[in-house]
C-alpha cells in the first residue's frame, strides 16, 4: 500500500513539472521562439537562460523600432 501512495506521488509530481515547462513554452512569443534557436547555440546556454533573454531582446526591439523585424 505504501508503495502505491509513493507512486502515485512520484506521478503526481512528474504530471506539475510537465504542467510548467508546457505553461512556460506556451507563454513565450513569437519573437523569443524565433530567437531561443539562437540563443541555445550558445556554449552554457538553457531553456531557463534563453527563455527570459530572449523576451528581453524582444522587448527591446520592439521598443527601438517600433515592430520586430
Known sequence: MMASKK???????C?????ASFKKAETLS???????????QENGA???VCGPA???????MTSTMGAVV
Open 7 to 13: 507512486a502515485i506521488a512520484a506521478l503526481l509530481i
Open 15 to 19: 504530471l506539475v513539472i510537465t504542467m
Open 30 to 40: 513569437d519573437c523569443a521562439k524565433e530567437c531561443m534557436p539562437v540563443c541555445l
Open 46 to 48: 538553457t531553456i531557463d
Open 54 to 60: 530572449c523576451e528581453k531582446y524582444c522587448d527591446q
